[in-house]
């Protein structure tokens, strides 16, 4: 799921769209009529949760408010 994170705390991303994936960058289309001011965060659900095992060697568990408050690191 998109969202968007700001100050003032997390909100929908309508009209947003990932139209591609290359390794760990995404595209992103975003409706002309929209403002991104700079330290706004777009957060990105994983489509497929395994696969940032055998890619990450460390995976922090975020808080709400994005403090990194943990993390786990596969040993494969």
Partial sequence: ????????GRRA?????????????????????????????LSFGISHPCGGFDRWRFIPIVAPNHDVIGGVEPDL
């Fill in 13 to 41: 991303a309508p009209g947003f769209e990932v139209f591609a994936v290359n390794d760990q960058h995404a595209f992103v289309r975003i409706p002309a009529d929209t403002q991104i001011r700079p330290g706004e965060i």
């Fill in 1 to 8: 799921m998109l969202g968007r994170y700001s100050e003032s």
